[in-house]
């Protein structure tokens, strides 16, 4: 097993390798400069010439990327040409912001999401299944931020229970999580349906049954390992994107996280605050499918037979 994560680590070196080459050819190909866009559209020419010739924006394109390459190796990643900062300051200032709001979400969605699909499944075609399944390809459809501006209305303007931005206490990440929350819940949910249904169809089940085990036991004990294989790739294939910033709830409800900063780095075409927080996220990503592939073992033990056997040769 061990051999097994020795490897995946060392495969997130050519990730991200790719990751770095894709990235800082788009932004070096978009246009505008970043001298026009640190000093304005009234700053005369000859001093955004300046400085982009001081930033090395004027080099060539093989130059540059040779140079960043280079410092990447040594892990440095350069100072933000908005803040002349480096760029990890402020991605260590957003990311708990994220963080509290993703891992926030990600709990609610598990809570909600994979006890009603269970049994919604369990109860096919019964009313819990159809209400449960109706409301959550309503939720799924239903805009974000359609979301988030209901639950401002209702809980911040009209009750006053809730602060509508900010990031001062708890309560400003209640109704953040909820609205993405819901939105989560409801596919995992789905998604947790259509695993079960499938799983407590097979034989094992069916022999469990036969040999007079409980219900509760079947479903619980070991319809649901099976079931939980695709949920958990898709948990954490959303935990990734919630990570990388809720770039419309965090507008919404004002909240300095990641997904307000890769927009501003982008909008202002500061290219080392865009390649930090794209490298960052990309490093986490692997490092999240990372963890979903050892809870495949934990849950299933034939998947941890596997990597086992995979790590001897």
């Not at 680590?9 to 990235?23: M, T, Y």
């Not at 040409?81 to 760029?87: A, G």
């Not at 996280?257 to 930090?276: E, F, N, R, Y």
């Amino acid at each position: 097993m061990y051999k097994y994560v020795i490897k995946r680590l060392l495969l997130i070196i050519p990730i991200l390798l790719g990751v770095v080459l894709i990235v800082f050819t788009i932004m070096n190909v978009t246009p505008g400069d970043p001298g026009r866009q640190m000093l304005g559209m009234s700053a005369p020419q000859e001093a955004v010439d300046a400085l982009n010739e001081s930033l090395g924006y004027n080099d060539p394109f093989p130059v540059r990327l040779f140079n960043y390459l280079k410092d990447l190796v040594r892990l440095d990643f350069g100072n933000s040409y908005r803040t002349n900062q480096p760029v990890f300051d402020e991605i260590m200032v957003r990311f708990p912001v994220t963080l509290k709001l993703a891992v926030g979400t990600m709990i609610l969605t598990i809570l909600i999401g994979i006890p009603l699909g269970v049994l919604a499944a369990v109860r096919q075609y019964s009313k819990l299944d159809m209400i449960s399944t109706f409301t959550a390809l309503l939720l799924a459809a239903a805009p974000s931020f359609w979301l988030a501006l209901l639950m401002m209305l209702l809980f911040s303007l009209h009750l006053n229970w809730l602060p509508p931005s900010g990031i001062d206490s708890y309560k400003n990440y209640i109704m953040p999580v909820m609205t993405q929350a819901v939105v989560y819940a409801a596919s995992t949910l789905r998604m947790t349906r259509s695993t079960m249904l499938e799983a407590i169809r097979q034989d094992y089940v069916r022999t469990a049954r036969g040999k007079g085990a409980s219900e509760s036991r079947v479903i619980w004990g070991h319809a649901i390992k099976n079931a939980m294989l695709p949920v958990i790739t898709s948990l954490g294939m959303s935990f990734g994107s919630m990570l990388g910033g809720t770039i419309v709830i965090e507008q919404v409800f004002g909240m300095a996280g990641l997904g307000s900063l890769v927009i501003t780095a982008i909008t202002t075409k500061d290219i080392p605050q865009t390649m930090a927080v794209t490298i960052f996220l990309a490093a986490l990503f692997c490092v999240i499918m990372l963890v979903v592939d050892l809870l495949y073992a934990f849950i299933d033990p034939r998947v941890k037979a596997r990597y086992t056997q995979g790590g001897k040769h």
